[in-house]
């Protein structure tokens, strides 16, 4: 695995996507099964906080510490490493209905309001550096800001107070018992930042800082939790796609020894998978391969399993096969964005007439869907480029170094792409729209 200015995740499926300035790279994981499964389990929390499943993402900064965060009312945004260290579907539940009680009780519009509007792949990645700058309490300047606007940010961005702090939780505990999830986990989660504060600052982890821990603080939400206990039942199926996101996460980021150890014995569908990932990243590609069609032959239905067997297949130079993998994928799930940019890399490898044609199709969608992910809009500019479009291949390019916290870059290729568009055309209004974020 390579971490650069925009890295990749063995090329596909799971992509490790920069939305910050060189000097301070923010690094998110974008993979369509990890993000699907975290819906699953955030969906019933969301909808007891009163906010809509569909308007709120919850996506995955490459860190690992233990940290989660909002920027605005649209994402919340969960450090790999506190995925990873949490021991339960209701562990991660709770996260992400603490971080849904500062939405629903509308804190973020009385710290930067003015991110609340970052709609622009460059607004994005912008706001994105800044509150990462400021959950690591750091001082410098992110994605071109000057120190002192990011102090100001610090004090009002993440400045939790007491007040809210104790609200978010009371809410949290609310939202679980709405959505039948136990809501002891909530205090589970705090024990593991029991003695954070003891730490000096710099040794601390940043959820630590962001969000207030104390003594006092957890013994009153154990009160509240024993006044309010709830009847919640044992959920198999949270259970399923917590082991399925952490268990692909940890495939693709432990050493696959270490995995394939921990699967030995396991012929379940998320045992399975990670000994696929795990054969594929030491390079044995016949068996990741016949694991892939092992899991396929027992699930046929699921886009995700296909979406991987498609990855597995394009990362072993077999671009025909993966393919139709992706076919099959799309066929599944045509709306899923990150399914249909692996389909558009795959088409591109092929690298025919047609099959560049149709990857640019494909890629449009894809964009269209989500138009925040740097890989879709790095292999949309090369579709671009392979089908003579240089004036889109231009604006592709600049929204994806604007979305990167490239500035100068950005401002090359919007410079190319207003000169090489038609004047007054919206793919030439979108390349002013990075002009503006640039300036």
């Given at each position: 695995?390579r971490?650069?200015?925009?890295s990749?995740?063995?090329?596909?499926?799971?992509?490790?996507?920069?939305?910050?300035?060189?000097?301070?790279?923010?690094?998110?994981?974008?993979?369509?099964?990890?993000?699907?499964s975290?819906?699953?389990?955030?969906?019933?929390?969301?909808?007891?906080?009163?906010?809509?499943?569909?308007?709120?993402?919850?996506?995955?900064?490459?860190?690992?510490?233990?940290?989660?965060?909002?920027?605005?009312?649209?994402?919340?945004?969960?450090?790999?490493?506190?995925l990873?260290?949490?021991?339960?579907a209701?562990?991660?539940?709770?996260?992400?209905?603490?971080?849904?009680?500062?939405?629903?009780?509308?804190?973020?519009?009385?710290?930067?309001?003015?991110?609340?509007?970052?709609?622009?792949?460059?607004?994005?990645g912008?706001?994105?550096?800044?509150?990462?700058?400021?959950?690591?309490?750091?001082?410098?300047?992110?994605?071109?800001?000057a120190?002192?606007?990011a102090?100001?940010?610090?004090?009002?961005?993440f400045?939790?107070?007491?007040?809210?702090?104790?609200?978010?939780?009371?809410?949290?505990?609310?939202?679980?018992?709405?959505?039948?999830?136990?809501?002891?986990?909530?205090?589970?989660?705090?024990?593991?930042?029991?003695?954070?504060?003891a730490l000096?600052?710099s040794?601390?982890?940043?959820?630590?800082?962001?969000?207030?821990?104390?003594?006092?603080?957890?013994?009153?939400?154990?009160?509240?939790?024993?006044?309010?206990?709830?009847?919640?039942?044992p959920?198999?199926?949270?259970?399923?796609?917590f082991?399925?996101?952490?268990?692909?996460?940890?495939?693709f980021?432990?050493?696959?020894?270490?995995?394939?150890?921990?699967v030995?014995?396991?012929?379940?569908?998320?045992?399975?998978?990670?000994?696929?990932?795990?054969?594929?990243?030491q390079?044995?590609?016949?068996?990741?391969?016949?694991?892939?069609?092992?899991?396929?032959?027992?699930?046929?239905?699921?886009?995700?399993?296909?979406?991987?067997?498609?990855?597995?297949?394009?990362?072993s130079?077999?671009?025909?096969?993966?393919?139709?993998?992706?076919?099959?994928?799309v066929a599944l799930n045509?709306?899923?964005?990150?399914?249909?940019?692996?389909?558009?890399?795959?088409?591109?490898?092929?690298?025919?007439?047609?099959?560049?044609?149709?990857?640019?199709?494909?890629?449009?969608?894809?964009?269209?869907?989500?138009?925040?992910?740097?890989?879709?809009?790095?292999?949309?500019?090369?579709?671009?480029?392979r089908?003579?479009?240089?004036?889109?291949?231009?604006?592709?390019t600049?929204?994806?170094?604007?979305?990167?916290?490239?500035?100068?870059?950005?401002?090359?290729?919007?410079?190319?792409?207003?000169?090489?568009?038609?004047?007054?055309?919206?793919?030439?209004?979108?390349?002013?729209?990075?002009?503006s974020?640039?300036?």
């Amino acid at each position: 695995m390579r971490l650069s200015v925009l890295s990749i995740f063995l090329s596909a499926a799971i992509t490790l996507v920069s939305v910050a300035a060189p000097a301070h790279a923010v690094n998110l994981i974008r993979d369509a099964d990890i993000e699907h499964s975290l819906d699953q389990l955030a969906a019933p929390i969301l909808r007891a906080a009163g906010l809509n499943p569909n308007n709120v993402r919850i996506l995955i900064v490459n860190d690992s510490t233990m940290n989660a965060f909002v920027i605005n009312e649209r994402a919340i945004f969960i450090h790999s490493g506190l995925l990873q260290r949490v021991n339960s579907a209701g562990q991660l539940q709770s996260i992400i209905a603490h971080e849904a009680a500062h939405i629903a009780n509308d804190h973020i519009s009385r710290r930067l309001t003015n991110l609340r509007g970052a709609n622009t792949a460059a607004g994005f990645g912008i706001a994105l550096a800044l509150a990462v700058a400021i959950a690591s309490d750091s001082g410098a300047a992110a994605g071109g800001i000057a120190a002192g606007a990011a102090g100001a940010a610090q004090r009002q961005f993440f400045a939790h107070t007491r007040a809210e702090e104790s609200a978010a939780d009371q809410s949290s505990v609310r939202f679980m018992l709405r959505a039948g999830v136990d809501p002891a986990s909530t205090a589970e989660v705090l024990e593991l930042f029991r003695g954070q504060e003891a730490l000096s600052v710099s040794r601390q982890a940043p959820y630590a800082r962001t969000h207030p821990l104390t003594s006092d603080r957890i013994r009153a939400l154990r009160g509240l939790i024993a006044a309010n206990p709830g009847n919640a039942a044992p959920n198999p199926n949270a259970d399923f796609w917590f082991a399925r996101a952490q268990g692909k996460l940890s495939a693709f980021t432990q050493n696959p020894s270490w995995t394939l150890r921990r699967v030995r014995n396991d012929d379940s569908p998320v045992g399975l998978m990670r000994a696929a990932v795990a054969y594929h990243r030491q390079a044995d590609a016949n068996r990741a391969i016949q694991t892939m069609q092992t899991l396929l032959a027992q699930y046929p239905n699921d886009a995700y399993w296909y979406e991987l067997f498609g990855q597995i297949l394009l990362e072993s130079r077999q671009a025909g096969p993966a393919v139709q993998a992706y076919q099959n994928a799309v066929a599944l799930n045509g709306d899923e964005p990150l399914i249909l940019a692996g389909y558009g890399r795959a088409l591109l490898a092929l690298d025919t007439a047609d099959s560049n044609a149709r990857a640019v199709t494909t890629l449009e969608r894809a964009r269209a869907l989500d138009g925040q992910s740097s890989a879709t809009l790095r292999d949309l500019g090369q579709a671009y480029a392979r089908t003579n479009q240089p004036g889109l291949a231009s604006l592709a390019t600049a929204e994806r170094y604007a979305l990167q916290g490239r500035m100068d870059d950005a401002l090359v290729h919007a410079t190319r792409g207003v000169d090489r568009l038609a004047r007054g055309s919206a793919p030439w209004q979108r390349a002013q729209d990075v002009l503006s974020a640039v300036q």
